[in-house]
């Protein structure tokens, strides 16, 4: 049964107080819909690039631009990247002492990243409704370490997301389970271990 968003903020500080550990997993419904979703602009950008048929507003070579950037963007980018994170299957595990760590949820693989509490300064969410992703704002040295943890399909991403979501700022993905909620979790967390958070540059979430 769906859980409405207040349940699903409810249980997930209800694990941390009673284990210490919650878990965000990745939700595979969505990443099968967004597959589907990128299947289908792939084949719609090949039909316009091997159909180019000038419209009223755009002359053939413009339509094919549109087609070939259609077919890179979704075909060539978005099915590897998708296929690549349904294979890791990554989870966001909270933990309230040790702090954060992202990464596959099979066992024996190893964290895309290992954040503790000490160094978040900021949590953030960017984006709107479903669609949007949790940032953290990290301490520039364990910004570093992290990116050096993360495997090269990572930082390659964060590198070009860097201009949008600032500098030494980590991003767990919308494709999280209960993404919505993740920053309020993450806000109610950092508050009871350190006290209410600097509101000068923004709200915390």
């Known amino acids: 049964m769906t859980q409405s968003p207040q349940e699903a ?23 099968w819909l967004s597959l589907l979703g990128t299947l289908g602009f792939t ?3 090949l039909w316009i690039l091997f159909n180019p048929h000038p419209t009223m507003r755009f002359p053939s070579w413009v339509v094919v631009i549109f087609g070939a950037a259609a077919v890179l963007f979704f075909g060539v980018i978005g099915i590897p990247s998708l296929l690549f994170q349904m294979a890791r299957r990554n989870r966001l595990l909270v933990d309230m002492e040790r702090g954060l760590s992202f990464g596959s949820e099979k066992i024996g693989a190893q964290a895309e990243a290992d954040i503790a509490w000490e160094e978040v300064k900021r949590v953030r969410s960017w984006g709107y409704g479903v669609n949007s992703f949790t940032i953290v704002n990290l301490k520039p040295e364990a910004y570093a370490r992290v990116q050096r943890q993360s495997s090269t399909f990572n930082r390659v991403l964060t590198a070009a997301n860097s201009k949008m979501i600032g500098e030494n700022a980590y991003y767990f993905p919308a ?29 915390l979430a």
């Open 9 to 31: 903020m409810n249980r997930h500080m209800t694990e941390l107080q009673q284990t210490g550990q919650t878990v965000f997993p990745t939700n595979m419904t969505r990443m």
């Open 43 to 45: 084949a719609l950008g």
């Open 175 to 203: 494709t999280l389970k209960d993404n919505r909620q993740l920053p309020y979790v993450l806000e109610a967390v950092w508050t009871q271990k350190f006290g209410e958070p600097d509101y000068s540059q923004g709200p």
